[in-house]
């Protein structure tokens, strides 16, 4: 009984498929630009990166990293003002405030996933 349903849905599956039209061709939508991070954790020592996130969010929203080494949470930019310790609204600026220095490079991901750097 179990094949008999298991075959049932099969052919009915393949026939759904068929009657629907195929729109892997066509846009669904606009790509967001993407910006990358490369880092060294404060808490493990272990250097992280690339961790991709879209540039909407770092220039409006919240970003928030997690450590492969030890599971820590970074973050990266809060432009809404969720966190009270975060000095300023990114990353950016809250390197600053401390003194620290931050090297921003323009990068490009090829058609193999690898981003390339931009000079």
Not at 29 to 39: A, D, F, I, R
Request: proline residues 3%.
């Amino acid at each position: 009984m179990l094949r008999s349903a298991v075959s049932a849905l099969y052919r009915a599956s393949r026939s759904f498929s068929e009657t629907v039209p195929r729109l892997s061709a066509t846009p669904l939508g606009k790509q967001e630009p993407q910006l990358s991070l490369s880092y060294t954790c404060k808490v493990c020592n272990s250097r992280e990166g690339p961790k991709t996130f879209a540039k909407s969010s770092y220039e409006k929203g919240v970003v928030i990293v997690t450590c492969s080494g030890c599971h820590n949470h970074h973050i990266i930019a809060d432009n809404i003002g969720w966190f009270e310790d975060f000095k300023g609204k990114n990353i950016e600026d809250h390197l600053k405030t401390r003194g620290e220095a931050v090297k921003r490079r323009d990068t490009i991901k090829n058609e193999n996933g690898i981003f390339e750097i931009q000079k």
